[in-house]
């Protein structure tokens, strides 16, 4: 099975790393083609463009890095729109909006193309232990065909309908998240100044009720102030503003989710948007002082 990949970034290097790994012919295109290299010593192919990679593969993935970037690699000179037709489908990993999502399976299969939405749960680490939650919609008998590569990226798929409701479940995940980490950034910060022990409180949350893997993988780095981007900060408040407008679309109140919000902003504006989303911790103890 050959498969395209487009966006090599933190998660797309990885998962597409995954594939060729196991067995699957991959031809891989970045904006910057030299972030390609490593991929090709292991055996994938390169494309100077999408449309290229669009014309090669009968199947091509796509993780970029934002809805911009997705609407940019289908829509712009040289992009998937170009070669898309009957016979192809397009699979698009990416984090976005719902309307990214419907404008892309409209012009998708409005040259015939098949498409699915598969934003996935996950970060760096399980990205490379193929580990990701795939929460995908679209066109059911693309998903089936997928199966077999969305087994190597993922521990788990979920098929959730129509074109729209991969992106929202996503966004959902991604505010939750958000909110639990801004909520244990103010704790950390709020035992330490304290005089308590946060590495104590590490050990209490995870003997307790709470215990979560993130809490487990991040605070420890969070305690040396070390945030490794595993998830940059930018994207996860991208995420965060984008949930609050699925909010607002839905009449929801969020206001925890608003104040989590604001917190990752004020780290985007101290610089910290390419560390991880953890770095938020940064921005709490800034308010303390």
Same mark, same amino acid.
């Given at each position: 099975?050959?498969?395209?990949?487009?966006?090599?970034?933190?998660?797309? %290097?990885?998962?597409?790393?995954?594939?060729?790994?196991?067995?699957?012919?991959?031809?891989?295109?970045?904006?910057?083609?030299?972030?390609?290299?490593?991929?090709?010593?292991?055996?994938?192919?390169?494309?100077?463009?999408?449309?290229?990679?669009?014309?090669?593969? %009968?199947?091509?993935?796509?993780?970029?890095?934002?809805?911009?970037?997705?609407?940019?690699?289908?829509?712009?000179?040289?992009?998937?729109?170009?070669?898309?037709?009957?016979? %192809?489908?397009?699979?698009?990993?990416?984090?976005?909006?719902?309307?990214?999502?419907?404008?892309?399976?409209?012009?998708?299969?409005?040259?015939?193309?098949?498409?699915?939405?598969?934003?996935?749960?996950?970060?760096?680490?399980?990205?490379?232990?193929?580990?990701?939650?795939?929460?995908?919609?679209?066109?059911?008998?693309?998903?089936?065909?997928?199966?077999?590569?969305?087994?190597?990226?993922?521990?788990?798929?979920?098929?959730?309908?129509?074109?729209?409701?991969?992106?929202?479940?996503?966004?959902?995940?991604?505010?939750?998240?958000?909110?639990?980490?801004?909520?244990?950034?103010?704790?950390?910060?709020?035992?330490?100044?304290?005089?308590?022990?946060?590495?104590?409180?590490?050990?209490?949350?995870?003997?307790?009720?709470?215990?979560?893997?993130?809490? %487990?993988?991040?605070?420890?780095?969070?305690?040396?102030?070390?945030?490794?981007?595993?998830?940059?900060?930018?994207?996860?408040?991208?995420?965060?503003?984008?949930?609050?407008?699925?909010?607002?679309?839905?009449?929801?109140?969020?206001?925890?989710?608003?104040?989590?919000?604001?917190?990752?902003?004020?780290?985007?504006?101290?610089?910290?948007?390419?560390?991880?989303?953890?770095?938020?911790?940064?921005?709490?103890?800034?308010?303390?002082?």
């Amino acid at each position: 099975m050959e498969i395209g990949f487009l966006g090599l970034g933190i998660m797309g %290097k990885a998962m597409s790393m995954n594939l060729l790994k196991h067995g699957f012919k991959v031809t891989v295109w970045n904006r910057t083609l030299s972030k390609c290299d490593e991929l090709v010593e292991h055996g994938a192919s390169v494309c100077e463009t999408p449309a290229q990679v669009i014309k090669k593969c %009968k199947y091509t993935i796509a993780m970029l890095s934002d809805p911009s970037a997705a609407l940019s690699v289908v829509f712009d000179k040289d992009g998937v729109l170009e070669q898309i037709c009957e016979g %192809k489908g397009y699979i698009d990993m990416s984090t976005v909006d719902a309307e990214t999502s419907l404008k892309i399976n409209q012009a998708i299969t409005g040259k015939g193309g098949r498409f699915v939405e598969g934003p996935v749960s996950g970060s760096k680490k399980p990205a490379e232990d193929g580990q990701l939650i795939i929460l995908a919609a679209g066109d059911k008998a693309l998903f089936d065909e997928s199966i077999p590569a969305f087994d190597v990226l993922g521990k788990k798929s979920f098929y959730l309908g129509q074109v729209g409701n991969g992106a929202k479940m996503k966004l959902v995940v991604n505010m939750v998240m958000g909110s639990m980490m801004n909520a244990f950034s103010e704790g950390l910060v709020l035992a330490d100044k304290s005089g308590l022990s946060s590495d104590t409180l590490l050990d209490i949350l995870d003997l307790g009720a709470m215990t979560n893997p993130m809490f %487990k993988g991040k605070g420890p780095s969070m305690n040396k102030s070390s945030y490794p981007p595993a998830f940059p900060l930018k994207h996860q408040q991208k995420d965060m503003r984008l949930a609050l407008a699925l909010g607002d679309e839905n009449a929801v109140s969020m206001p925890v989710a608003a104040a989590a919000n604001e917190a990752f902003k004020k780290a985007r504006s101290m610089g910290l948007g390419d560390l991880d989303f953890s770095a938020v911790i940064e921005a709490v103890k800034f308010s303390r002082e």
